[in-house]
């Protein structure tokens, strides 16, 4: 008997469902655009460095004021919605005393790191600034923010300290050091499966096709109780709209009785290549169904964007569709030589509109 069958059912049961069941997820990390972390010290370590004579100043582009030094983030990546990120920062704090000085630089924030977040190179190799602290993280528009309260001064700093600035037992493991505070952006905004994006056909352009006897029509998911609407399905934009892919469901048909059909499934407009992607499909009549392709079938122009960081929306209004080489020839091949014409379609006319409205995870 094999060594599962002497398990009984029910274990083998359990065993087949762990082995078949996903692990946890993943974190998506991205590359943080922008942020600070501030350091506010203890007014008792504030007080021990005056009165052993040790000055602070900052070097740019950290900024030191009324005891606190706040570092700008220099790189770093991201994942706000499961509040992991390791943030490296630029600037420094100098600790001085007479003819010797101490730089604290290199400052990063591991927000994995929950009992020691902060660590910073201390004239030498890099060290953990507390020995124990308190991290609470909370969401902040599209990115986030990061409490690091009750720090205690490690045993390694301290000695770092007394050593460095010429000092004998000033400086002991377990004295308040202060608090920090940081806040981080993330380049791209991951785009949960909710809401919908709208394709508004140009009239001139709707008159055109109706001339031809072509009929656009949608292809579920997708809708047209008045312009084109597709769900979205996700993606990931810049929270200023500058670059990024939003992904959509359903397919745009533009089909002629008696002549050809184009396909286009699954658009997925890209802000930072002003492309609209999809995987497209061409039928003609003289020839039949062409092979499936993927890649850019309109182009995306500039238009009037918005963010509400409050409530993590981006939004998009009216970007002007165009049509690229490879779409223009093949409308003229599907539905103008049918009718006897040529190049009645061109690269670069506008076909119409594309409007969403995004939330963010």
Do not use: C
Not at 131 to 143: I, K, N, P, V
Request: glycine share 12%; charged share 15%.
């Amino acid at each position: 008997m094999s060594p599962l069958r002497r398990l009984g059912p029910l274990v083998v049961l359990a065993l087949s469902w762990a082995l078949a069941s996903p692990g946890p997820a993943q974190a998506t990390y991205d590359p943080i655009a922008a942020g600070t972390t501030t350091v506010r010290f203890d007014p008792a370590f504030l007080a021990t460095l005056r009165a052993s004579g040790v000055t602070l100043a900052a070097t740019a582009p950290a900024k030191l004021k009324n005891g606190a030094v706040s570092f700008p983030v220099a790189t770093g990546q991201l994942d706000p919605v499961a509040a992991k990120g390791t943030v490296q920062h630029e600037g420094a704090l100098v600790f001085r005393r007479g003819r010797r000085k101490l730089p604290m630089k290199a400052l990063q924030l591991k927000t994995t790191q929950r009992r020691s977040p902060l660590s910073a190179k201390f004239g030498g190799g890099k060290l953990k600034l507390s020995a124990s602290a308190r991290l609470a993280t909370a969401r902040a528009g599209f990115g986030l923010r990061a409490k690091v309260g009750a720090m205690l001064l490690s045993a390694k700093v301290a000695t770092r300290l007394d050593k460095k600035l010429d000092l004998r037992g000033v400086f002991a493991e377990g004295d308040a050091l202060g608090s920090a505070v940081s806040t981080m952006v993330p380049a791209s905004v991951a785009i949960a499966s909710v809401g919908r994006a709208e394709l508004a056909l140009d009239p001139a352009f709707a008159a055109k096709l109706q001339s031809l006897f072509v009929a656009v029509n949608p292809i579920a998911p997708a809708e047209h109780p008045g312009a084109f609407t597709f769900p979205v399905g996700g993606g990931d934009l810049a929270p200023n709209l500058s670059s990024g892919v939003l992904k959509t469901g359903g397919a745009l048909e533009f089909i002629q009785v008696g002549g050809g059909q184009f396909l286009a499934r699954d658009l997925e407009p890209d802000l930072g290549a002003h492309l609209l992607g999809a995987e497209s499909r061409l039928v003609l009549a003289s020839s039949g169904e062409g092979p499936n392709q993927v890649g850019p079938v309109f182009g995306l122009g500039a238009a009037p964007g918005s963010a509400d960081p409050a409530q993590r929306r981006l939004s998009l209004s009216g970007a002007p569709l165009s049509l690229q080489p490879a779409t223009a020839q093949a409308f003229n091949e599907a539905f103008a030589k049918p009718q006897g014409k040529e190049g009645v379609f061109a690269a670069g006319e506008v076909l119409g509109s594309l409007s969403f409205t995004a939330q963010g995870r």
